[in-house]
């Protein structure tokens, strides 16, 4: 939906996570004047953890993905075409790294200590919890499973599911790797 170019939900989001990364470094002065609230400040800080929340949605949205196109009868090709495996992986890798890792520009204490005193951990946990349950929606894991159906090479629902615990527990492979509190 957001995507421009070559409409690939990847490189549209990474490019949305830098202007987001950009703004977090802007908000304090941006919204902040001398002897007023930090109301605003708690709004569009609200507002950058949403469009980082609905930017993951975009690439979760890949995996199990189809593209479709507008055919009628005696029109060549096919209507639906499942997303290529490669491209799959690269989105859960993409959510690996961007999703499931702590959002370092959604954390910082400089904001966080002027709009509330608790609820950040709770703030990514929930955005987080939500991110995993849109992976694996029945509905995806359908599509994944008749796309590995009709083909042999597809991204299957077991190496999503692999690459998911290895990715998302992946300090647990590392014993000297500490386990972040998100």
Known sequence: REAIGDQNPV???????????????????ATTKPGESYD??????TRVVAQWRLEMGHVANVIGGVDSRELFQGQPGARFTAIPRATQADAVKFLLANGFQTPAFLTKADILNRIEPVGIVSRIRTAQTSLLNAVLQPSRLDRLIEQSALNANAYSPLQLLTDLRT?????????AKAVDVY
């Open 167 to 175: 990715g998302i527990w992946s300090e647990l492979l590392t014993p």
């Open 40 to 45: 605003d400040l708690r709004e569009v800080y």
């Open 11 to 29: 490189a549209a989001t990474t490019l949305g996570l830098k202007n987001l990364q950009r703004v977090s470094d802007m908000l304090v002065p």
